[in-house]
């Protein structure tokens, strides 16, 4: 791969208030911005837009709908100049951008056009925008059809943009957005929007807050009755799937956080044989957060602009099949989950128009792909196999009455979890979990929701890690060859120069090595030590250093039950 590819994250019910009046507490949100985006805060022209409120009612568009001729008419004139068809058609689509969109600049300063009944939002020049005013021209030529020429429309989207006075807001992208200065929540499900206060689980329906829809995605089905849905509804998805009911407050937790825009980005592997139920699975899981023209996708980008490219087309990506990924590959997954800037792509031709984009994503593949360890440490496996899950076949006739009881089911937690994250927001016991520190602080709010012991989230983590644990063992002889020998030791501990660690652990080095990962040296033996202590502690195997360095320098190996997970 090219090196510059790589260059390029109380209430208990929540119900619908949809009242017409929107007035906002006055709320502050202190946190910084997540780390992946930070330096975008720094410029105060942004900081000014991060802080305008949603929904916006802007202001009149500057340019005027007087004619032209009497903008510019000379005093003692009796008669305008007489305007070329062109120039007509030129003020007249301006007349009909000035009712429909307003002006808005996003961190990168880029021009984009808001509709302002629906607040989808585009860059100025979008194929989508140029066929709907074109359209709408054509409707709208008082019985004639008129036609109008592209080039005509886009000389008007540049008068447009060069005299309008772009908006204070930043367009949400994708389904979830964070107001940073009041901590309000946006869930964009379809034209209308969930917002959520903080401390409420209760959310307000609105329509026409500014939000970049990725080109494939659908809008959420979400029928105005809600009735009497409670938390525990979701766990209709382990009824109709094989997502195992023994891994669902992780599961749960994990959906909850794809529609948390600034929660710890954690990647999703579905593990099993890819069978229609495995598939089907996965679908559901799409089609609940995210759903779209295609719910799996069977290739994964070989490059990391082709994975940019499929940023723009869906906010949760969703990968069927994938065997392996280059460490290029998953540098790039990794850093479209975190959250980057990239040029928005019409089709294969560029727009000029960057935007920042952050993403979901999960796969299915026979055994976990993932071994780029910052990508590694923010990834959640889950077995499929012998799990014990639902019978996606005979479980519910109505799928799609399923699915919309599972998504309100959704809401429900979602919403308890908005409203009682303040209480674990700043724990820092959680950070110890790296990259899954957010999905734990979210699990056990979900627990919570859906009246169960936080105890049983805990359960299900500790279990979950301990494969992945074991797959990571497998992957470090040094460390295996360690734990062999602490096993088969009469009383769990062993001291000794690492000149003399080379001789007792050859006897329990794994068989192959066809990596080529054993040490042959005390210094590489030693550097082994280093990099394996915090995989053997999580077996409850302390390996700490004692005296000097060197091939002389001594290393002891004790079993430490209190500290084994």
């Given at each position: 791969?090219?090196?510059?590819?790589?260059d390029?994250?109380?209430?208990t019910?929540?119900?619908?208030?949809?009242?017409?009046?929107?007035?906002f507490p006055?709320?502050s949100?202190?946190?910084?911005?997540?780390?992946?985006v930070?330096?975008?805060?720094?410029?105060?022209?942004?900081?000014?837009v991060?802080?305008?409120?949603?929904?916006?009612?802007?202001?009149e568009?500057?340019?005027?709908?007087?004619?032209?001729?009497?903008?510019?008419?000379?005093?003692?004139?009796?008669?305008?100049p007489?305007q070329?068809r062109r120039?007509k058609?030129?003020?007249?689509?301006?007349?009909?951008?000035?009712?429909?969109f307003?002006?808005t600049?996003?961190?990168t300063?880029?021009?984009?056009?808001?509709?302002?009944?629906?607040g989808?939002?585009?860059?100025?020049?979008?194929?989508?925008?140029?066929?709907?005013?074109?359209?709408?021209?054509w409707?709208?030529?008082?019985?004639?059809?008129?036609?109008?020429?592209?080039?005509?429309?886009?000389?008007?989207i540049?008068?447009?943009?060069?005299g309008?006075?772009?908006q204070?807001?930043?367009?949400?992208y994708?389904?979830?957005?964070?107001?940073?200065?009041t901590?309000?929540r946006?869930?964009?499900?379809?034209?209308?929007?969930?917002?959520?206060?903080?401390?409420?689980?209760?959310?307000?329906?609105?329509?026409?807050?500014?939000?970049?829809m990725?080109?494939?995605?659908?809008a959420?089905?979400l029928?105005?009755?809600?009735?009497?849905?409670r938390?525990?509804?979701?766990?209709?998805?382990?009824?109709?799937?094989?997502?195992?009911k023994?891994?669902?407050?992780?599961?749960?937790?994990?959906?909850?956080m794809?529609?948390?825009?600034?929660?710890?980005?954690?990647?999703?592997?579905?593990?099993?044989?890819?069978?229609?139920e495995?598939?089907?699975s996965?679908?559901?899981?799409?089609?609940?957060?995210?759903?779209?023209?295609?719910?799996?996708?069977?290739?994964?980008?070989?490059?990391?602009?082709q994975?940019?490219?499929?940023?723009?087309?869906?906010?949760?990506?969703?990968?069927?099949?994938?065997?392996?990924?280059?460490k290029?590959q998953?540098r790039?997954?990794?850093?479209?989950?975190?959250?980057?800037?990239v040029?928005?792509?019409?089709?294969?031709?560029?727009?000029?128009v960057?935007?920042?984009?952050?993403?979901?994503?999960?796969l299915?593949?026979?055994?976990?792909?993932?071994?780029y360890?910052?990508?590694?440490?923010?990834?959640?496996?889950i077995?499929?196999?012998?799990?014990?899950?639902g019978?996606?076949?005979?479980?519910v006739?109505?799928?799609s009455m399923?699915?919309?009881?599972?998504?309100?089911?959704?809401?429900?937690?979602?919403?308890h979890?908005?409203?009682?994250?303040?209480?674990?927001?700043?724990?820092?016991?959680?950070?110890?979990?790296?990259?899954?520190r957010?999905?734990?602080?979210?699990?056990?709010?979900?627990?919570?929701?859906?009246?169960?012991?936080?105890?049983?989230?805990?359960?299900?983590?500790?279990a979950?890690?301990q494969?992945?644990?074991?797959?990571e063992?497998?992957?470090?002889?040094?460390?295996?060859?360690?734990k062999?020998?602490?096993?088969?030791?009469?009383?769990?501990?062993?001291?000794?120069?690492?000149?003399?660690?080379l001789?007792?652990?050859d006897?329990y080095?794994?068989?192959?090595d066809?990596?080529?990962?054993?040490?042959?040296?005390?210094?590489?033996?030693?550097?082994?030590?280093?990099?394996?202590?915090?995989?053997?502690?999580?077996?409850?195997?302390?390996?700490?250093?004692?005296?000097k360095?060197?091939p002389?320098?001594?290393?002891?190996?004790?079993c430490?039950?209190?500290?084994?997970q």
């Amino acid at each position: 791969m090219a090196s510059d590819e790589l260059d390029d994250a109380a209430e208990t019910s929540p119900m619908p208030d949809t009242g017409t009046s929107f007035s906002f507490p006055n709320a502050s949100h202190d946190d910084e911005p997540p780390v992946t985006v930070k330096s975008l805060f720094h410029d105060p022209e942004t900081q000014s837009v991060l802080n305008a409120p949603w929904p916006y009612s802007p202001s009149e568009p500057v340019l005027s709908n007087e004619p032209a001729a009497a903008r510019f008419a000379f005093p003692g004139t009796n008669q305008a100049p007489k305007q070329s068809r062109r120039d007509k058609q030129v003020e007249d689509v301006i007349s009909m951008l000035q009712g429909q969109f307003f002006l808005t600049h996003n961190e990168t300063r880029s021009p984009l056009l808001t509709n302002k009944a629906t607040g989808e939002t585009l860059p100025y020049m979008d194929p989508v925008i140029l066929d709907r005013v074109k359209g709408a021209y054509w409707r709208a030529s008082s019985g004639s059809h008129q036609d109008v020429s592209y080039g005509v429309i886009k000389s008007a989207i540049n008068n447009f943009v060069d005299g309008a006075t772009p908006q204070s807001v930043l367009p949400v992208y994708g389904r979830a957005g964070v107001e940073f200065n009041t901590g309000r929540r946006a869930l964009v499900l379809g034209e209308s929007c969930l917002v959520f206060s903080p401390g409420l689980s209760s959310y307000e329906v609105l329509a026409g807050i500014p939000h970049v829809m990725p080109r494939e995605s659908w809008a959420v089905d979400l029928p105005d009755n809600v009735g009497n849905i409670r938390p525990q509804s979701i766990s209709i998805l382990f009824d109709v799937t094989l997502l195992p009911k023994d891994s669902d407050l992780l599961i749960i937790a994990w959906m909850v956080m794809a529609w948390r825009s600034d929660s710890s980005p954690v990647l999703l592997e579905l593990l099993g044989e890819a069978n229609s139920e495995l598939i089907d699975s996965q679908k559901m899981l799409k089609t609940i957060i995210d759903p779209a023209s295609t719910l799996l996708e069977s290739e994964f980008p070989n490059t990391i602009k082709q994975l940019d490219i499929r940023a723009q087309c869906h906010y949760l990506l969703s990968f069927h099949q994938v065997d392996t990924l280059s460490k290029n590959q998953q540098r790039g997954l990794l850093s479209i989950t975190q959250g980057k800037t990239v040029e928005w792509r019409t089709k294969a031709k560029r727009s000029g128009v960057d935007l920042t984009v952050r993403c979901v994503c999960l796969l299915n593949s026979s055994e976990s792909i993932v071994t780029y360890a910052p990508l590694s440490d923010a990834t959640l496996s889950i077995e499929l196999d012998d799990a014990g899950g639902g019978n996606p076949q005979n479980a519910v006739k109505d799928r799609s009455m399923a699915e919309r009881t599972i998504i309100h089911g959704l809401l429900q937690v979602f919403g308890h979890v908005n409203q009682f994250w303040s209480h674990v927001e700043n724990d820092r016991q959680f950070d110890r979990y790296g990259g899954l520190r957010d999905l734990c602080r979210i699990g056990v709010l979900v627990a919570d929701a859906l009246g169960r012991d936080t105890a049983e989230f805990w359960q299900q983590l500790d279990a979950n890690q301990q494969s992945r644990r074991d797959y990571e063992l497998e992957e470090n002889p040094v460390a295996m060859a360690v734990k062999r020998l602490i096993d088969a030791s009469e009383d769990g501990r062993i001291e000794a120069t690492v000149k003399d660690w080379l001789v007792l652990l050859d006897g329990y080095r794994p068989e192959p090595d066809p990596s080529g990962a054993w040490p042959v040296t005390s210094r590489g033996l030693a550097a082994k030590f280093k990099q394996s202590r915090s995989l053997l502690a999580t077996f409850g195997i302390q390996l700490v250093p004692l005296e000097k360095r060197g091939p002389y320098g001594r290393w002891r190996a004790s079993c430490d039950a209190s500290r084994q997970q």
